[in-house]
């Protein structure tokens, strides 16, 4: 694929709307991996990379959904008990290989192929047997129990489009017309990385006076993961400018994505800024929102760069919201929106007009047994416990200064945005 455009994150210098620099991304972004053949059985949560156009009908002949009796609709008495002669056995995979004539009734099993000129299936429980014959009671309608030629796929149906991530229904479709491999999209390389002599590795079990672990470099890798990247860990870089500009210039080559957080920006020992800014471009996303910081969006080469927040909550929610978009266009998704659910608040509260805000809620039953979203007790951008215990995000618009209990806010779950 084509490198990025030089300016396709730049967005100018004005406190941008969430929603408004959401739209540019979208719209500069594209896929930047190619595309590989895999089997079907290895394809769980690849993205797609072609539209699948069916080459046959599912199901391929018109089948029974009981185990019963085919028969003719026209041989039925609508008002009294029809009695028929039962002349063949039909069993799923054995065609009876010929068509019948009015009169018979055919015993069939389900998933077995109704014979030409039967229509009508009756449920074996329905019926009772007199030695040869059947007896079948009135009112049935025609065509009871019978599935139909093509009846969930048409040959010619698009039953797939590029940009799907492939679950468990994905591949059973897949496996449903006949394939036995597919065409998906390559996983996007992402290289994690972290800057500073303060920084320790929680590998080490130790840190010294004045550090502090390393928790963004092991959260942003495993929401990475969890949206189907091959993530190359750079470890912790200290605050050297030739030992970063040397580890990016490396990473870029092999990557589609780099990212960190924190120490992007202007500050005096803010060398990212300064080396990503050597090695390719950077602009600096301001956008009104909380948590976060402005972002820092850029290339190393033709290799996309983002810029966390420093601050773990801020850092994971600004993955979530504005980088995860990012990284599923690039990887070539389609479906890069949560899910959002409407749910009443389980609190009150008021909040500073025109900046987007997201509180970490749990769901939980009040006394009538709704389901409300309950705040987390405490708000601070480092207290990743409240990640931990909260099961998503309240997303209260710029447009919003005032929640009341039991007014309807926009929810989404963790798990509509780390996949």
């Avoid at 990887?331 to 389980?346: I, W």
């Amino acid at each position: 694929m084509t490198g990025l455009q030089d300016d396709c994150f730049k967005i100018g210098d004005d406190l941008l709307p969430f929603e408004d620099g959401l739209k540019i991304l979208k719209a500069r972004a594209h896929r930047v991996v190619g595309s590989e053949i895999v089997p079907l059985i290895q394809a769980l949560g690849r993205v797609l990379a072609e539209d699948i156009q069916s080459s046959l009908n599912v199901p391929p002949h018109d089948n029974s959904a009981v185990d019963g009796y085919a028969v003719r609709f026209s041989d039925l008495s609508q008002t009294t008990e029809t009695r028929l002669p039962v002349t063949a056995r039909i069993a799923a995979g054995h065609p009876l290989g010929r068509c019948t004539e009015p009169g018979e009734a055919a015993q069939i099993f389900t998933g077995a192929p109704v014979p030409d000129g039967m229509d009508t299936i009756f449920m074996q429980e329905d019926v009772a047997l007199d030695g040869d014959a059947v007896l079948l009671p009135p009112g049935i309608r025609p065509s009871a129990n019978r599935r139909l030629k093509g009846e969930d796929v048409k040959q010619g149906d698009v039953i797939l489009r590029a940009g799907q991530v492939l679950r468990a229904q994905e591949i059973g479709l897949a496996a449903s017309v006949g394939l036995g491999q597919l065409k998906v999209c390559k996983r996007l390389r992402a290289a994690v990385f972290s800057t500073g002599d303060e920084i320790a590795d929680p590998s080490d079990g130790r840190a010294n006076v004045g550090a502090v672990f390393d928790v963004n470099r092991y959260s942003i890798a495993a929401l990475l993961r969890g949206l189907g990247c091959e993530v190359t860990d750079l470890g912790i870089l200290s605050d050297k400018v030739g030992e970063i500009r040397s580890a990016l210039h490396d990473a870029a080559p092999g990557h589609d994505l780099i990212l960190t957080s924190g120490g992007v920006s202007l500050g005096e020992e803010d060398h990212i800024t300064r080396v990503v800014e050597s090695l390719g471009s950077i602009d600096f996303w301001r956008l009104a929102i909380k948590p976060g910081r402005p972002m820092a969006l850029g290339k190393i080469v033709d290799t996309a760069f983002v810029g966390l927040p420093g601050n773990p909550v801020a850092a994971m929610v600004t993955f979530m919201r504005i980088a995860r978009p990012l990284v599923l266009i690039l990887a070539g998704r389609m479906d890069v929106d949560p899910h959002v659910f409407k749910v009443p608040a389980g609190f009150a509260m008021h909040k500073k007009s025109g900046r987007r805000e997201w509180l970490r809620a749990s769901l939980q039953a009040d006394a009538g047994g709704t389901l409300c979203a309950m705040l987390y007790p405490h708000r601070g951008s480092g207290m990743l416990t409240s990640m931990v215990a909260s099961h998503g995000l309240v997303e209260l618009p710029e447009d919003v200064a005032v929640v009341e209990e039991g007014q309807l806010v926009d929810f989404l779950p963790y798990a509509e945005m780390t996949q």
